[in-house]
């Protein structure tokens, strides 16, 4: 089955940095464009970054650009999600989430991992 296993999430004060990891099997990885999205406590999803099936395009959520990059390893089938210079508003479960190149509109979803910005 398509599996997306998020981890790296934890409790940080402000202006640290924690890298996330995305896992994923079941599924041809290197067919798969890969987004991380989040949600924060009473609000909706938002996208903040997605890398092309290759990782020779990013695009990330202005709230986040120059902060935040995502990356992937293909032979590791690992998308990943480098998080510097955090704010409390960052604070969200965040969500790994696979695309295939075919049906762009459609994807997997992980379970999701939380983060905490906080002092």
């Known amino acids: 089955q398509v599996q997306l296993v998020e981890s790296g999430g934890g409790l940080v004060q402000p202006g640290g940095s924690l890298k996330l990891s995305c896992a994923a099997s079941?599924?041809?990885?290197?067919?798969?464009?890969m987004r991380w999205y989040r949600q924060a406590p009473g609000k909706e999803r938002e996208l903040v970054a997605s890398i092309t099936s290759a990782g020779g395009r990013t695009n990330y959520a202005d709230s986040v650009k120059g902060r935040f990059t995502i990356s992937r390893d293909n032979a590791k089938n690992t998308a990943y999600l480098r998080m510097n210079s955090l704010k409390p508003e960052d604070t969200a479960v965040y969500y790994c989430?696979?695309?295939?190149?075919?049906?762009?509109?459609?994807?997997?979803w992980g379970q999701g991992t939380q983060v905490t910005v906080s002092s």
């Open positions: 989430h696979a695309a295939p190149n075919s049906r762009p509109a459609f994807g997997s």
């Open positions: 079941g599924f041809t990885f290197t067919n798969y464009a």
